[in-house]
């Protein structure tokens, strides 16, 4: 004879322990995702994936898609994907790294990069300020990235304007920037309807902080990444965005091994 209530009291007591083991795995995926460092956009054709790599490195992931922003051997790429697309926005070793596009490069991948780029990268697809091109279906336009007063020394800048490029994306119909080593400069300013802002902040070579929040704010994109930004104190771009509609990710761009660069 089966007793009735204990019966009941079971199915309460497997129920409860089977809820338990579903949220067990959930805080398992939630606890993985922050190992990995990964942020999720929603867009058109299923979420964007970013991944922080290390200093202005980063792996895009959409509909099926792999794209690698300024590959540096610095990063850690044992989890990496094969890119569809590499764009270099400019000459220096912390943007343009042979190497590190070696290791992520697969028969059809397609590089794009400024002329500059392209004189050391065998087989690139240029594009200079200000034009747009689809590559592998993917929407890209090329901003300039330049200093306005920074430089090595008087009279000089780190980054000259027409070298450079940032890049926007349009993934699923969001518009994705990466600003590249620039100062606050006119053409940033003047950005319309950015979802998502990947900003440079770092001395000497780029703008401190407070500038680079600054421009963020003429711009307003929805969603800020600071990124390139070294030891740069992160809570005076945060603080200056205070009261904005502009969120703002903090993420490790930094992994014990990186250095150098800038
Ligand atoms: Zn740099």
């Known amino acids: 004879m089966v007793d009735r209530p204990m019966v009941c009291l079971r199915l309460i007591a497997c129920a409860f322990i089977g809820f338990l083991s579903l949220a067990g795995a959930g805080l398992e995926e939630r606890t993985l ?5 990964e942020d999720t956009i929603s867009a058109t054709g299923g979420d964007i994936r970013i991944t922080p790599i290390v200093h202005a490195s980063v792996q895009v992931e959409h509909a099926g898609k792999v794209i690698h922003i300024d590959p540096w051997s610095k990063g850690d790429y044992s989890k990496a994907k094969p890119a569809d697309l590499i764009l270099v926005t400019d000459i220096h070793g912390d943007h343009l790294d042979p190497a590190a596009i070696a290791k992520i490069r697969k028969p059809g991948t397609l590089i794009v990069a400024p002329a500059a780029v392209a004189a050391k990268l065998d087989g690139t697809t240029v594009l200079a300020n200000g034009e747009r091109k689809e590559v592998a279906g993917i929407l890209i336009e090329a901003v300039p990235m330049y200093n306005l007063q920074r430089g090595p020394a008087a009279g000089q800048l780190y980054h000259t304007k027409g070298r450079g ?17 620039t100062e606050c400069v006119p053409e940033l ?6 979802d998502v802002a990947f900003m440079t902040m770092n001395l000497p070579y780029t703008m401190p902080p407070v500038e680079a929040a600054e421009c963020v704010k003429a711009f307003k994109p929805k969603i800020v990444y600071p990124y390139h930004f070294r030891e740069s104190k992160l809570e005076e771009f945060t603080s200056a965005l205070k009261g904005q509609p502009i969120e703002v990710r903090i993420r490790n761009w930094y992994p014990a091994q990186a250095s150098g660069g800038r």
């Not at 995702?33 to 460092?37: E, F, G, R, S, V």
């Not at 490029?165 to 080593?181: A, C, E, M, P, V």
């Open 33 to 37: 995702a922050m190992q990995t460092n």
């Open 165 to 181: 490029n940032g890049y926007i994306l349009t993934l699923g119909g969001k518009r994705l920037y990466f600003s590249g080593d």
């Open 189 to 194: 300013k003047n950005l319309k309807n950015i």
